[in-house]
């Protein structure tokens, strides 16, 4: 057995979104520019990238995170991704933190403040404990900002950098909820065929509100993929799209098909985010030479 080869893996659900850690692997990553290190895993780890995401050992809702060394934070992580993903989540700084603490990897800091190097910034999470059990996380973001608007959809821009397309509810549709899931997808297929080749979006977002700060969305990545949470960025870009039209929330409470829920406060301008990742297992996969499934395949 090529001891290289094999991969240790710890998978941390945030609010129904699955992220799968990364502690030792064959990239042998020896920088820790988390920039330089992305490209190579784009461009030299490919097959171990789609073997540890793809069916049959991953799903179509999975996100691989790379932890590495950082000379500028407590530690860095790089993404991985299937096809249309998004290289950045904000669920997967807080996955990432739960599983390096929860498994001793990552000292419990006595002021509950943790910097964490991206290809996009350093970011900083807030940790409170109960003894030495870690009960809750959360992170201080900036407010998005509406960049384009027409009658059918605004365009927020998160950290300029991810553009989202949040739309209201049409009247086709009753409610956003199970029940209504064949009528939700057959929607999102229309909308997608209008922004086939439109290469600015980083996801489409239906929302419906269900009471004074409270909404209900859906979030669509490229393909059409539900994403299985309610998301951290389609919070900002829900909150940042009723501060516009001049509700100013104290609070949003952001629901998705399935009842997740994540609350967002507002102080100073800036958008306070909780959670409370769960790790949920933790695994090993060898990679051989001949394996019939070596880069695995995605459901559709």
């Not at 950290?159 to 739309?167: A, E, Q, S």
């Not at 994540?262 to 990742?277: K, S, Y």
Request: contains cysteine; charged residues 20%; proline residues 3%.
């Amino acid at each position: 057995m090529d001891v290289n080869k094999i991969m240790n893996t710890y998978d941390v659900h945030v609010a129904g979104e699955a992220f799968r850690i990364i502690i030792h692997s064959p990239f042998h990553l020896h920088m820790t520019d988390c920039i330089s290190l992305e490209a190579i895993l784009k461009s030299y780890f490919l097959t171990e990238i789609r073997m540890l995401l793809n069916e049959p050992r991953g799903h179509r809702g999975i996100t691989g995170c790379v932890v590495t060394p950082s000379q500028q934070a407590d530690f860095g992580i790089v993404f991985l991704h299937h096809y249309y993903e998004t290289y950045f989540s904000y669920s997967g700084l807080f996955a990432a933190l739960t599983m390096l603490l929860e498994t001793g990897a990552l000292t419990i800091s006595n002021s509950g403040k943790y910097a964490i190097e991206t290809s996009q910034g350093i970011y900083h999470l807030y940790t409170n404990k109960k003894g030495n059990e870690i009960v809750s996380m959360q992170m201080d973001l900036q407010m998005g900002e509406v960049v384009e608007n027409t009658d059918e959809w605004k365009r927020v821009q998160v950290d300029r950098l991810r553009n989202y397309y949040v739309f209201k509810l049409p009247s086709s549709i009753p409610a956003i909820s199970l029940q209504h899931l064949t009528p939700i997808t057959n929607w999102v297929k229309s909308v997608l065929r209008d922004f086939h080749g439109r290469g600015d979006f980083t996801g489409i977002i239906l929302s419906e509100a269900i009471g004074e700060g409270r909404f209900c969305s859906v979030t669509f990545e490229g393909d059409g993929f539900i994403l299985r949470s309610p998301g951290v960025d389609s919070t900002i870009a829900l909150l940042t799209v009723a501060r516009a039209k001049g509700k100013k929330h104290r609070q949003l409470i952001h629901e998705n098909l399935v009842g997740s829920r994540v609350t967002a406060t507002v102080t100073d301008g800036m958008c306070t985010v909780p959670l409370r990742p769960v790790l949920t297992g933790e695994h090993q996969f060898v990679l051989q030479t001949g394996d019939p499934l070596e880069e695995g395949f995605l459901l559709k």
